[in-house]
């Protein structure tokens, strides 16, 4: 199992300077958010230049922000600063974030992620971009614009030109897209005893339909991480940030984390905690959490437990690790990375 890790995107950059420590201690990929905080390409250049080894990737860029061919570009010179290292992560946010923050409708994600990802795999190969989709035309067709474009290909030689492509998705028809399309998929609130039941389906049907050449999947679900003897502390400390996307993440009817946690089988709780989140009760929504929820989608514990939960992961067809740190101090975090490297071993 590949270990890695999201940083936190509301810290401080002097918060987060301890690249190459993270490294040295075992880490093998950072993932670099983006939300509605700085964007996530200026840090990945940034540590690109403060380390060796380490791969990077974006968690995520958002569809619908940038066109196709500049994220094409981007994911390009992001690999070619980093000597081959990076990673294009991608999804399509909420419509919170893309229409509250960006101004832009949020509509047919997963139109726009098929589009995508062919229009960034035609750029890599340095192709004269030549593109009619649905939501995206380069050039632009006749009686749109000046009429003066023409199909032009990428002026650099790219590293790679097959850049990694990891999608995030939960949803169904989402998830089975990923499985047909992406070289990775990454899943928020991962509980593995419950991922077949969800998604199971979803990725059969994907990956009857993936290319040969594409490989295998690679599984990357983003777990909160403590390493602790205070189990129940562990828990609250992960309240907050589950209440935040089960119940405040999107409006009442259209909250994809509270569909999830409703597929899990917490139907009840899940009404619970949003009807409380929304009245603006958030430490009681946080404290109707059910425990059995936090520990599922959470690597919480002493030791032993940790050990546990990664055999878990590992067997549910986990192969990449991403680590959210409940403990922001990067001193901290080297030491649960080295632990978790070493609890990890073999897996």
């Given at each position: 199992?590949?270990?890695?890790m999201?940083?936190?995107h509301s810290?401080?950059l002097e918060?987060?300077v301890?690249f190459?420590?993270?490294?040295?201690?075992?880490?093998?990929?950072?993932?670099v958010?983006?939300a509605?905080?700085?964007?996530?390409?200026?840090?990945?250049?940034f540590?690109?230049?403060?380390?060796?080894?380490?791969?990077?990737?974006?968690?995520?860029?958002?569809?619908y922000?940038?066109?196709p061919?500049?994220?094409a570009?981007?994911?390009a010179?992001l690999?070619?600063?980093?000597?081959?290292?990076f990673?294009l992560?991608?999804?399509?946010?909420g419509p919170?974030?893309?229409?509250g923050?960006?101004?832009v409708?949020?509509?047919?994600p997963?139109?726009?992620?098929?589009?995508?990802?062919?229009?960034?795999?035609?750029?890599?190969?340095?192709?004269?971009v030549?593109?009619q989709?649905?939501?995206?035309?380069?050039?632009?067709?006749?009686?749109?614009g000046?009429?003066?474009?023409?199909?032009?290909?990428?002026?650099?030689?790219?590293?790679?030109?097959?850049?990694?492509?990891v999608?995030?998705?939960?949803?169904?028809?989402?998830?089975?897209?990923?499985?047909e399309?992406?070289?990775?998929?990454?899943p928020?609130?991962?509980?593995?005893?419950?991922?077949?039941?969800v998604?199971?389906d979803?990725?059969?049907?994907g990956?009857a339909?993936?290319?040969?050449?594409l490989?295998e999947l690679?599984?990357?679900?983003?777990?909160?991480?403590?390493?602790?003897?205070?189990l129940?502390?562990?828990?609250?400390?992960?309240?907050?940030?589950?209440?935040?996307?089960?119940?405040?993440?999107?409006?009442?009817?259209?909250?994809f984390?509270n569909?999830?946690?409703?597929r899990?089988g917490?139907?009840?709780?899940?009404?619970?905690v949003?009807?409380?989140?929304?009245?603006?009760?958030?430490?009681?929504a946080?404290?109707?959490?059910?425990d059995?929820?936090?520990?599922g989608?959470g690597?919480l514990?002493?030791?032993?437990?940790i050990?546990?939960r990664?055999?878990?992961?590992?067997?549910?067809?986990?192969?990449?690790?991403?680590?959210?740190?409940?403990r922001?101090?990067?001193?901290?975090?080297?030491?649960?990375?080295?632990?978790?490297?070493?609890?990890?071993?073999?897996?």
């Amino acid at each position: 199992m590949r270990i890695g890790m999201t940083l936190n995107h509301s810290g401080g950059l002097e918060e987060r300077v301890a690249f190459a420590d993270y490294e040295r201690a075992g880490l093998q990929i950072l993932f670099v958010p983006e939300a509605y905080s700085f964007d996530a390409v200026s840090l990945l250049g940034f540590i690109a230049a403060r380390t060796e080894r380490l791969e990077l990737a974006s968690g995520i860029l958002q569809l619908y922000t940038r066109t196709p061919s500049l994220t094409a570009m981007t994911a390009a010179g992001l690999d070619y600063v980093s000597g081959g290292r990076f990673t294009l992560g991608i999804g399509a946010s909420g419509p919170q974030v893309i229409e509250g923050f960006h101004g832009v409708p949020y509509t047919a994600p997963l139109g726009h992620t098929r589009e995508l990802v062919e229009i960034c795999r035609q750029v890599w190969r340095r192709e004269r971009v030549q593109y009619q989709g649905r939501y995206y035309q380069v050039p632009l067709p006749e009686g749109q614009g000046t009429g003066l474009g023409k199909p032009l290909k990428l002026i650099n030689h790219p590293v790679r030109a097959d850049i990694p492509i990891v999608i995030a998705s939960i949803g169904p028809k989402n998830v089975e897209l990923t499985a047909e399309i992406g070289n990775g998929w990454q899943p928020l609130f991962y509980v593995p005893e419950r991922a077949a039941d969800v998604w199971g389906d979803a990725l059969a049907a994907g990956k009857a339909k993936r290319a040969p050449e594409l490989g295998e999947l690679d599984v990357v679900p983003q777990i909160p991480v403590a390493i602790g003897e205070d189990l129940p502390a562990l828990r609250d400390a992960i309240r907050p940030l589950l209440a935040l996307y089960v119940g405040g993440m999107g409006a009442r009817g259209k909250n994809f984390y509270n569909d999830l946690a409703r597929r899990y089988g917490f139907e009840d709780a899940a009404k619970t905690v949003q009807d409380l989140y929304l009245d603006g009760k958030k430490d009681e929504a946080a404290a109707a959490l059910p425990d059995a929820l936090i520990d599922g989608v959470g690597l919480l514990g002493p030791d032993g437990l940790i050990k546990e939960r990664l055999a878990a992961l590992a067997e549910s067809g986990v192969t990449t690790l991403n680590m959210t740190p409940l403990r922001a101090d990067p001193a901290a975090m080297v030491h649960q990375i080295a632990r978790i490297v070493e609890l990890a071993d073999g897996l």
